[in-house]
Protein backbone atom coordinates (compact mmCIF):
# COMPACT_ATOMS: atom_id res chain seq x y z
CA UNK A 1 0.00 0.00 0.00
CA UNK A 2 2.45 2.56 -0.85
CA UNK A 3 1.37 5.53 -2.41
CA UNK A 4 -0.52 7.22 -0.05
CA UNK A 5 0.09 10.43 2.44
CA UNK A 6 2.61 10.41 5.00
CA UNK A 7 0.89 9.21 8.10
CA UNK A 8 -0.30 5.86 6.31
CA UNK A 9 1.44 2.59 7.69
CA UNK A 10 0.00 0.01 6.16
CA UNK A 11 0.45 -3.97 5.74
CA UNK A 12 -1.02 -6.69 4.54
CA UNK A 13 -0.50 -9.43 6.90
CA UNK A 14 0.54 -8.25 10.16
CA UNK A 15 3.24 -11.31 12.06
CA UNK A 16 0.41 -12.74 13.81
CA UNK A 17 -1.64 -12.86 9.98
CA UNK A 18 -4.46 -10.48 10.95
CA UNK A 19 -4.38 -8.03 8.47
CA UNK A 20 -3.78 -4.54 10.23
CA UNK A 21 -3.85 -0.69 9.17
CA UNK A 22 -2.61 2.03 11.05
CA UNK A 23 -3.62 5.56 9.80
CA UNK A 24 -2.47 8.74 11.37
CA UNK A 25 -6.32 10.33 11.08
CA UNK A 26 -7.57 13.38 12.96
CA UNK A 27 -10.30 14.13 16.12
CA UNK A 28 -12.45 16.90 15.10
CA UNK A 29 -12.82 19.16 17.88
CA UNK A 30 -14.80 21.98 15.98
CA UNK A 31 -15.07 23.69 12.89
CA UNK A 32 -11.19 25.34 13.37
CA UNK A 33 -9.89 22.81 15.85
CA UNK A 34 -8.58 19.14 14.87
CA UNK A 35 -6.24 16.67 16.73
CA UNK A 36 -3.68 14.43 16.01
CA UNK A 37 -4.29 10.98 16.50
CA UNK A 38 -2.97 7.72 15.20
CA UNK A 39 -5.96 4.69 14.90
CA UNK A 40 -4.52 1.22 14.19
CA UNK A 41 -7.21 -0.98 12.41
CA UNK A 42 -7.13 -4.57 12.67
CA UNK A 43 -8.88 -7.57 11.67
CA UNK A 44 -9.50 -11.27 12.75
CA UNK A 45 -11.11 -13.77 9.84
CA UNK A 46 -12.02 -15.67 12.84
CA UNK A 47 -14.20 -12.50 14.47
CA UNK A 48 -15.20 -12.19 10.39
CA UNK A 49 -17.94 -9.27 11.25
CA UNK A 50 -16.14 -7.10 12.91
CA UNK A 51 -13.10 -4.24 12.34
CA UNK A 52 -10.97 -3.42 15.54
CA UNK A 53 -10.08 0.03 15.86
CA UNK A 54 -7.24 1.07 18.45
CA UNK A 55 -6.80 5.16 19.16
CA UNK A 56 -3.95 6.22 20.34
CA UNK A 57 -3.64 9.54 21.59
CA UNK A 58 0.04 11.29 22.17
CA UNK A 59 -0.30 11.23 26.08
CA UNK A 60 -3.47 9.66 26.75
CA UNK A 61 -5.12 6.28 27.04
CA UNK A 62 -5.52 3.74 24.16
CA UNK A 63 -8.64 3.12 23.38
CA UNK A 64 -10.23 0.25 21.42
CA UNK A 65 -13.86 0.09 19.47
CA UNK A 66 -15.26 -2.66 17.46
CA UNK A 67 -16.98 -1.59 14.23
CA UNK A 68 -19.31 -3.78 12.08
CA UNK A 69 -17.05 -3.82 8.87
CA UNK A 70 -20.18 -3.49 6.08
CA UNK A 71 -20.73 -0.58 8.72
CA UNK A 72 -17.61 0.61 7.79
CA UNK A 73 -17.22 -0.47 4.23
CA UNK A 74 -20.89 1.44 3.56
CA UNK A 75 -19.53 4.57 5.44
CA UNK A 76 -16.88 5.22 3.15
CA UNK A 77 -19.72 5.91 0.30
CA UNK A 78 -22.80 6.54 1.85
CA UNK A 79 -24.53 7.27 5.94
CA UNK A 80 -24.21 4.22 7.77
CA UNK A 81 -25.13 3.15 10.88
CA UNK A 82 -26.78 4.62 14.20
CA UNK A 83 -26.76 5.21 17.44
CA UNK A 84 -23.02 4.73 18.96
CA UNK A 85 -21.25 4.56 15.75
CA UNK A 86 -21.82 6.11 12.66
CA UNK A 87 -19.68 6.65 9.35
CA UNK A 88 -20.78 9.13 6.18
CA UNK A 89 -18.45 10.70 3.13
CA UNK A 90 -17.69 13.87 3.54
CA UNK A 91 -18.07 16.15 0.26
CA UNK A 92 -14.71 17.66 -0.04
CA UNK A 93 -13.38 18.03 -3.18
CA UNK A 94 -9.96 18.22 -2.18
CA UNK A 95 -9.67 14.58 -0.45
CA UNK A 96 -11.21 11.64 -0.07
CA UNK A 97 -12.65 11.47 3.25
CA UNK A 98 -15.32 9.69 5.82
CA UNK A 99 -16.13 11.24 9.25
CA UNK A 100 -16.45 8.31 11.72
CA UNK A 101 -17.92 9.03 15.12
CA UNK A 102 -18.37 6.98 18.27
CA UNK A 103 -20.59 7.59 21.00
CA UNK A 104 -20.96 6.13 24.33
CA UNK A 105 -23.58 7.42 27.10
CA UNK A 106 -23.36 11.37 26.88
CA UNK A 107 -19.93 11.81 25.50
CA UNK A 108 -19.20 11.48 21.33
CA UNK A 109 -15.76 12.03 19.65
CA UNK A 110 -15.50 12.15 15.79
CA UNK A 111 -13.26 11.91 13.40
CA UNK A 112 -11.76 12.18 9.76
CA UNK A 113 -10.48 9.24 8.13
CA UNK A 114 -8.75 8.96 4.58
CA UNK A 115 -10.76 6.91 2.18
CA UNK A 116 -8.35 5.32 -0.28
CA UNK A 117 -6.24 3.35 2.41
CA UNK A 118 -9.16 2.08 4.14
CA UNK A 119 -11.07 1.29 1.36
CA UNK A 120 -7.98 -0.62 0.07
CA UNK A 121 -7.39 -2.51 3.36
CA UNK A 122 -10.44 -3.26 3.71
CA UNK A 123 -11.08 -4.87 0.20
CA UNK A 124 -8.32 -6.87 1.48
CA UNK A 125 -10.48 -8.08 4.26
CA UNK A 126 -12.89 -9.04 1.93
CA UNK A 127 -10.76 -11.22 -0.29
CA UNK A 128 -10.18 -13.22 3.23
CA UNK A 129 -13.77 -13.64 4.57
CA UNK A 130 -16.14 -12.22 1.36
CA UNK A 131 -19.07 -10.52 1.76
CA UNK A 132 -21.98 -12.89 3.19
CA UNK A 133 -19.70 -15.51 4.07
CA UNK A 134 -18.96 -14.08 7.71
CA UNK A 135 -21.17 -17.05 9.19
CA UNK A 136 -20.31 -19.99 6.68
CA UNK A 137 -17.59 -21.77 9.02
CA UNK A 138 -20.26 -21.21 11.94
CA UNK A 139 -21.19 -24.89 13.60
CA UNK A 140 -24.64 -24.15 14.75
CA UNK A 141 -24.66 -27.02 16.73
CA UNK A 142 -21.86 -25.96 19.01
CA UNK A 143 -22.79 -22.17 19.71
CA UNK A 144 -26.38 -23.51 20.47
CA UNK A 145 -25.18 -25.47 22.93
CA UNK A 146 -22.74 -23.40 24.12
CA UNK A 147 -25.57 -20.25 24.68
CA UNK A 148 -27.26 -22.77 26.39
CA UNK A 149 -24.35 -23.89 28.48
CA UNK A 150 -24.18 -20.71 29.60
CA UNK A 151 -27.97 -19.77 30.31
CA UNK A 152 -28.04 -22.89 32.71
CA UNK A 153 -24.87 -21.54 34.13
CA UNK A 154 -26.64 -18.20 34.78
CA UNK A 155 -29.54 -19.51 36.13
CA UNK A 156 -27.48 -21.86 38.90
Keep these: MSGYQPGVQASRTAPHGRPQLTLDIERVLDVSARQAIRAEFSYDPERP ?18 IGRDLLQQGMYSMSGFGDVQVWP ?17 MAALFELPVPPLAEWLEHTYQLVPAGHELADVDWDVTAAGLLDGRRAASD
Design 49 to 66: LIVCVEFLIAGGPRVLWR
Design 90 to 106: TNLEERATARLQLASGD
